[in-house]
């Protein structure tokens, strides 16, 4: 079993949607979660970090984190053709970072 | 600020040829890791690093992989004798001290093995 599982999609939207990316994962010991997102051909950028079992808001994005069902949500409101990309989810514990696949999201203008 | 930078963005080996592989961390951190991302497939932990130390090395190939961050000069990540299958998009990323749980990615660099 994968540390981290994410569905890889692909997911297409049309602009204005909400959008819900989601990784489950395995290790209860991971304290910290984040999110990132990956332009094509571009290095990972952080868009979210949380280490609570809860909701983070940072205007348009919601983290969000289960830890007692070991679950993961990241939410896109008002989705812009700007937000295609991929986006990874990323756990640690300790000094490594685990990494889900990723989720291709393309939003139709 | 600058980001974190990597150099070459671009490299092109022969099989059994030598690559190297360097990274700038930003200003003021002192953490580097290294990743490798397959097509389709996630980032894969390789090593982490601080300045002249070793910190973790499980996810580093048992041979041909090497990686140093010396006290001066970015971070490097050497492959010798390079095979098809090292072909990959290598990232580094680094941190500041007392705050390694966030990391800043640079652009990558893409190795392509002929």
């Known amino acids: 079993q994968k540390e981290v599982e994410q569905d890889p999609g692909p997911l297409s939207v049309p602009e204005g949607a909400i959008v819900s990316l989601n990784c489950t994962y395995s290790?209860?010991?991971?304290?910290?979660f984040m999110w990132y997102r990956q332009y094509s051909r571009k290095g990972p950028e952080l868009l979210m970090y949380?280490?609570?079992?809860g909701n983070k808001e940072d205007g348009r994005f919601t983290a969000q984190v289960d830890k007692s069902s070991k679950y993961i949500s990241l939410f896109i409101r008002d989705s812009q053709p700007s937000d295609s990309a991929t986006y990874l989810c990323?756990?640690?514990?300790?000094?490594?970072?685990?990494f889900g696949t990723g989720t291709s999201l393309t939003v139709i203008p | 600020n600058a980001g974190v930078m990597q150099n070459p963005r671009h490299l092109v080996r022969r099989r059994g040829q030598e690559a190297r592989l360097r990274c700038s961390p930003m200003?003021?951190?002192?953490?580097v890791y290294w990743y490798r991302q397959l097509p389709e497939e996630g980032l894969k932990f390789m090593v982490y690093?601080?300045?002249?130390?070793?910190?973790?090395e499980s996810g580093m190939p048992k041979e041909r992989f090497s990686a140093e961050f010396p006290k001066e000069g970015p971070s490097i990540l050497r492959i010798q004798q390079v095979v098809r299958g090292d072909s990959a998009a290598y990232f580094c990323?680094?941190?500041?001290?007392?705050?390694?749980?966030?990391?800043?990615f640079g652009p990558g660099t893409r190795l392509t093995v002929l």
């Open positions: 990323a680094s941190s500041p001290v007392g705050d390694t749980d966030t990391q800043y």
């Open positions: 290790n209860s010991a991971f304290q910290y």
């Open positions: 949380t280490y609570s079992s």
């Open positions: 990323a756990m640690t514990s300790g000094n490594q970072f685990y």
């Open positions: 200003k003021g951190h002192s953490h």
């Open positions: 690093l601080q300045k002249e130390n070793i910190i973790d």
